[in-house]
Nanobody, 121 residues
Framework: QVQLVESGGGSVQPGGSLRLSCVVS????????MSWFRQAPGKEREGVAF???????NYTESVKGRFTTSKDNAKNTLYLQMTSLKPEDTAMYYC???????????????WGRGTQVTVSS
């Protein structure tokens, strides 16, 4: 089981930007599918950005064109760059890891503690 630590959340006005980080304890992070989720008050957990076996990213429709996922392999860090933020983006954001099992990913059984993002005027 890999350990994950998120950071970078905070409060921002609508239209603002934030970059979330997720540090991965396993230096062999390329062996994992790494994805971002969020959970808003009173709502179920929602997938935001999903990585497939080959590293391609699929974004949920509500964030397409505004959010971008990237990795810095030298720092074992996953990023979520968020721009043009809206009040409905307010949520606790989590990164998660699943072992790659060709041709897909296993269940996400490694989770960070979460970082809060609040968008309001």
């Amino acid at each position: 089981q890999v350990q994950l630590v998120e950071s970078g959340g905070g409060s921002v006005q609508p239209g603002g930007s934030l970059r979330l980080s997720c540090v991965v304890s396993d230096a062999s992070s390329s062996s994992y599918c790494m994805s971002w989720f969020r959970q808003a008050p009173g709502k179920e957990r929602e997938g935001v950005a999903f990585m497939d076996y080959h590293g391609a990213i699929n974004y949920t429709e509500s964030v397409k064109g505004r959010f971008t996922t990237s990795k810095d392999n030298a720092k074992n860090t996953l990023y979520l760059q968020m721009t043009s933020l809206k009040p409905e983006d307010t949520a606790m954001y989590y990164c998660a890891a699943a072992l790659k099992v060709w041709p897909g990913c296993s269940q996400y059984d490694s989770w960070g503690r979460g970082t809060q993002v609040t968008v309001s005027s």
